[in-house]
């Protein structure tokens, strides 16, 4: 009989603690939510007033960036890339200047900048106007580079709109004066990229209070030479 009392009690204890347990599981998911979208809907609404048009877009940037994405085997960029590239020739036709191009070049056999420039090139932009960044190995490298290597202070970045957001705001806490144009999305593309752009807010928010140097920095590099200097890493 008290054989039974006690397996009764420790069943009671067991169910007890599970659901403490439960709470706290259900307490710490509910948290991450609310934290996850707080961070998210702040970066957006706070520099959502820097998202411009090309006609809009201010002309007296010290360069347009336009962030790297994929490339295809054949030398041709993604769909993806490819409307980023076509918004920052737009703009560079009605205004000029220089293009500064951030993409990942870590190795010989891939070179996302190299691809960039050359649809460039095909599409009217003088080769001395656009400047290569190979070390652009993410979003937060890319603008880190941008102000310590290439000494910006003030920029237009072309990138799909559910990026600029994130864009814009390293770039504020960097201290560059920066506009965002948005290209964009490939439609079917379009859950995924919003979907991945959710998670990446927040580890921006935090490598921003962070502020971690670049994976790779080097040396300064002036955007009022020639941009066919930087085609070599």
Known sequence: MKT???????????????????????????????????????????V??????????PADYDCILVLGCSVHSDGTPSKV???????????????????????DHKTDYYNEVYVMKNYAISRGVKSEDIFLDHAGY????????AKYVFDVKKMVIVTQEYHVYRALYIAERFGINAYGVGAKDVQSQVLHNNVREIFARDKDFVTCILKPEAEVSGDKISLSGNGDDTNDK
């Open 4 to 46: 039974s009392e006690n397996s009764r009690e420790r069943k009671n204890i067991l169910r007890k603690a599970f659901g403490i347990f439960l709470r706290i599981v259900v307490a710490v998911v509910v948290l991450a939510i609310f934290v996850t979208t707080f961070i998210n809907l702040y970066i957006i609404f706070h």
């Open 48 to 57: 959502k007033g820097r998202v411009v048009s090309v006609n809009s877009a």
């Open 81 to 103: 890339l490819q409307k980023r590239l076509d918004l920052a020739i737009k703009l560079y036709k009605k205004n000029g200047g220089k293009i500064l191009m951030s993409g």
């Open 138 to 145: 993410s979003t937060y490298d890319s603008i880190y580079r």
